[in-house]
Antibody
Framework: QVQLVQSGAEVKKPGASVKVSCKASGYTFTSYGISWVRQAPGQGLEWMGWISAYNGNTNYAQKLQGRVTMTTDTSTSTAYMELRSLRSDDTAVYYC??????????????WGQGTMVTVSS | AIRITQSPSSLSASTGDRVTITCRASQGISSYLAWYQQKPGKAPKLLIYAASTLQSGVPSRFSGSGSGTDFTLTISCLQSEDFATYYCQQYYSYPPLFGQGTKLEIK
């Protein structure tokens, strides 16, 4: 079946970096894009950015520009999201979600199970 | 950025009730609106896209309507499994922002 499986929970210190993976299966990875969405405890959904699995094009949320990098490895059908210079307010559940692969935004039809990232000294 | 205002932020209802949640976009987005359901500790689930198209496998008691700036999600006959938080999202342009969410609780 079509699914996205994310890496496990992480605990990081302020200033560190985290890299979350999202492995796709059950569909042609390069025909779609992957968006990343995060949710702080008790809060709503925040879109972080998008990457095309076809050509690697990206579009990042303005507030994260310079701190976030999204990449894909087509040989393993895996997407990655790296967030640097972590702060306490980056503590959240991070989700990957399948969406359109071209440059236009799209609805998110398949979601990963989420990865909890805790930033604490 | 196109902002989405979702209301109400919370809603109490009983099994069997009909409920409506609304989203208003800060500018016209045609029909580029999606609705998601999220249960505690779980990832969001796509219910409706293109404002009114039901995602495969979603029960027909869910329906969406609207275009331009004003949209609604209606659940026609609430079931116990429908108590959750609902989000709308515009995908007309980047960034594809979400509404603030509506928590649907049992009365």
């Amino acid at each position: 079946q079509v699914q996205l499986v994310q890496s496990g929970a992480e605990v990081k210190k302020p200033g560190a970096s985290v890299k979350v993976s999202c492995k796709a299966s059950g569909y042609t990875f390069t025909s779609y894009g992957i968006s990343w969405v995060r949710q702080a405890p008790g809060q709503g959904l925040e879109w972080m950015g998008w990457i095309s699995a076809y050509n690697g094009n990206t579009n990042y949320a303005q507030k994260l520009q310079g701190r976030v990098t999204m990449t894909t490895d087509t040989s393993t059908s895996t997407a990655y999201m790296e967030l640097r210079s972590l702060r306490s307010d980056d503590t959240a559940v991070y989700y990957c979600a399948r969406c359109g692969g071209n440059s236009l935004p799209d609805a998110f039809d398949i979601w990963g199970q989420g990865t909890m990232v805790t930033v604490s000294s | 950025a196109i902002r989405i205002t979702q209301s109400p932020s919370s809603l109490s209802a009983s099994t069997g009730d009909r409920v409506t949640i609304t989203c208003r976009a800060s500018q016209g987005i045609s029909s580029y609106l999606a609705w998601y359901q999220q249960k505690p500790g779980k990832a969001p689930k796509l219910l409706i896209y293109a404002a009114s198209t039901l995602q495969s496998g979603v029960p027909s008691r869910f329906s969406g309507s609207g275009s331009g700036t004003d949209f609604t999600l209606t659940i026609s006959c609430l079931q116990s499994e429908d108590f959750a938080t609902y989000y709308c999202q515009q995908y007309y342009s980047y960034p594809p922002l979400f509404g603030q969410g509506t928590k649907l609780e049992i009365k």
